[in-house]
């Protein structure tokens, strides 16, 4: 295997003008670069990846935990993130939650794997984390980001939109759409997120009247699957409603999908609302109404903040998400509903 030192004698260079050749990190002349690049083919060198780390006492490479790979919500997520990092020349490592322990402790164990891997900095998605999960991760890595969580403690670390609005704007379309009788898909009880959501829109609700004992909530996973089903067991059960509130958009769909087997026209019978506003809902049929997440945005600014934590960069770091509701299709007056 060819060496620095190899290209450098093919080149005939001194070793620092090849090594600034190769790393791009100092002046070269335009002669000795055309001469090192030559001896790079000529020898098929490869730098080594050990190397430069040890040399610049960094890897090179941003964390990330995500609790799934799958759906358009964490596809957003990873997207965004490995776009950030390889503008910068660095590298993105995916570490998931997938397991057979509680996602609290499968969480834990794949940030800790991204820790013992060394990776500079690392972004969290952490909804199923405690308050104090996330004071201890951040002692054993200063340099770590909190996406979709708010953490009193780690301000500075956390990234995340106002989640309690989130569901008032939620309750407020289906309301002011004229619905009053109601039923809800969440997601996990436990998870931080979900919770805020359906705070802001029982929240809602309860300033026009209307009780969250009155309105039948089934609990689900987030999933495609969680939503067709949790929506068959309102149709089966035979609960009255107008307007379904979905705690994400992938539940959503399973839900329209549910409806469309079943007969049920959304919006003519049922008017459907999801949460996230991810890149699926504008390809339903009908086109889904949702609250809109600036997911990207988040993402992007966790990220940035940790490449200034990291490699020193001057990123504006922004910390305001506003959210929002895209009207689609999904949602209409109760004058359309059939009796």
Request: charged fraction near 15%; aromatic fraction near 8%.
């Given at each position: 295997m060819a060496t620095l030192k190899d290209v450098a004698v093919l080149a005939g260079v001194g070793m620092s003008t090849a090594s600034r050749a190769i790393s791009g990190?100092?002046?070269?002349?335009?002669?000795?670069?055309?001469?090192?690049?030559?001896?790079?083919?000529?020898?098929?060198?490869?730098?080594?990846?050990?190397?430069r780390s040890l040399s610049a006492k960094s890897l090179g490479m941003i964390g990330i935990?995500?609790?799934?790979?799958?759906?358009?919500?964490?596809?957003?997520?990873l997207k965004q993130t490995d776009f950030e990092l390889r503008a910068m020349r660095r590298h993105v490592v995916v570490a998931t939650g997938c397991g057979d322990g509680t996602p609290r402790d499968e969480a834990l164990e794949a940030v800790k794997f991204l820790i013992g891997r060394d990776c500079d900095g690392i972004v969290v998605?952490?909804?199923?984390?405690?308050?104090?999960?996330?004071?201890?991760?951040?002692?054993?890595?200063?340099?770590?980001?909190?996406?979709?969580?708010?953490?009193?403690?780690?301000?500075?670390?956390?990234?995340?939109p106002d989640h309690f609005h989130g569901?008032?704007?939620?309750?407020?379309?289906?309301?002011?759409?004229?619905?009053?009788?109601?039923?809800?898909?969440?997601?996990?009880?436990?998870?931080s997120d979900n919770t805020e959501r359906l705070d802001g829109f029982f929240a809602e609700l309860r300033r026009s009247g209307i009780e969250r004992s009155t309105v039948r909530l089934i609990e689900s996973d987030f999933s495609r699957e969680g939503g067709f089903g949790a929506t068959q067991q309102l149709i089966s059960e035979g609960t009255k409603f107008t307007g379904l509130f979905c705690a994400n958009d992938e539940m959503a769909v399973g839900a329209l999908s549910c409806f469309h087997r079943a007969g049920v026209d959304v919006p003519g019978q049922v008017s459907v609302i999801g949460y996230d506003d991810d890149y699926s809902a504008e390809y339903t049929s009908p086109g889904l109404t949702s609250v809109h997440i600036p997911m990207e945005?988040?993402?992007?600014?966790?990220?940035?903040?940790?490449?200034?934590?990291?490699?020193?960069?001057?990123?504006?770091?922004?910390r305001d998400f506003p959210v929002t509701v895209t009207m689609r299709g999904s949602v209409a007056a109760p004058s359309r509903i059939a009796a």
């Open positions: 990190a100092g002046p070269v002349s335009a002669e000795a670069m055309k001469k090192v690049q030559a001896a790079i083919e000529q020898l098929n060198f490869r730098p080594s990846s050990i190397g935990f995500t609790p799934s790979f799958f759906g358009a919500y964490y596809g957003t997520i998605l952490g909804h199923d984390l405690y308050d104090e999960d996330l004071i201890a991760l951040q002692k054993m890595n200063p340099k770590i980001a909190f996406l979709n969580r708010r953490s009193a403690q780690l301000p500075e670390a956390s990234f995340c569901g008032e704007l939620a309750a407020r379309t289906l309301l002011q759409a004229g619905h009053r009788e109601l039923a809800v898909i969440s997601g996990p009880a436990a998870t945005q988040l993402t992007q600014n966790a990220v940035r903040w940790l490449l200034n934590l990291c490699y020193g960069t001057q990123h504006e770091i922004v």
